[in-house]
């Protein structure tokens, strides 16, 4: 029996002339040639924009954050080899500038997402819902499904807290938090909150 490769492979040689391959090639070769053309173009072309780059920000006329953009934005079209050329004119690594985006992108990812500067968000958390950072001094209250005020507290940890309070069965369903510049501060504010929302659970009111 005849195998289906072997008809296809005697179907492209009638089709396919010697002539046709040759010109194929030569066009193919051509693309190449041209592509190479336009990678050294593009190359020269970089490191001219490298070299303004690593000027202007040695002149201070931009800051290490502009700088992180630049580089992220000249990171997308670069050409490979292009980490080589950004520190042979640019007076800050790839790796400092790599640790000042993630740090960005981490801050964001943390940020208040209310118009007010705080943090709001139902229970439980989803994927894309904004915590504070860790470490971050907050206030936060506790609402049930009623929308009721049932538990006001303070901690540097929201997200750990409040996975603490569903174990321990604070029937909240949604939150809101505010920063505080340190721990002092949210003393002062749990306890003004504690007055005026009088959490049902909160068996402590004052210090």
């Known amino acids: 029996m005849t195998s289906y490769v072997a008809v296809d492979e005697a179907v492209i040689s009638d089709l396919i002339t010697r002539a046709d391959l040759d010109a194929t090639y030569q066009h193919i070769s051509l ?24 000027q202007i920000y040695s002149a201070r006329q931009i800051s290490e954050v502009e700088l992180a953009f630049m580089y992220r934005a000249y990171a997308a079209f670069a050409v490979p080899g292009f980490l080589k ?17 993630r740090d960005l992108e981490t801050t964001e990812r943390h940020a208040p997402n209310m118009p007010d500067g705080t943090w709001a ?24 499904a009623a929308n009721e005020p049932c538990y006001v507290g303070s901690t540097q940890n929201l997200k750990s807290r409040l996975k603490d309070h569903r ?18 501060a949210a003393y002062q504010l749990e306890e003004k909150l504690l007055g005026e929302q009088q959490p049902y659970l909160n068996k402590k009111r004052y210090r």
Do not use: H
């Open 31 to 54: 693309l190449n040639r041209k592509r190479d053309l336009l990678r050294a173009s593009q190359i020269a072309a970089e490191e001219q924009f490298l070299c303004r780059i690593g």
């Open 121 to 144: 968000g139902s229970w439980p958390l989803g994927r894309g819902d904004r915590v504070p950072m860790f470490n971050t001094c907050v206030v936060y209250v506790l609402y049930d």
């Open 167 to 184: 174990k321990d069965g604070k029937p909240f369903v949604r939150w809101t938090a505010f920063a505080c510049p340190d721990r002092e």
């Open 85 to 101: 050329r950004w520190q042979e004119n640019i007076p800050v690594t790839p790796g400092r500038v790599q640790y000042i985006l």
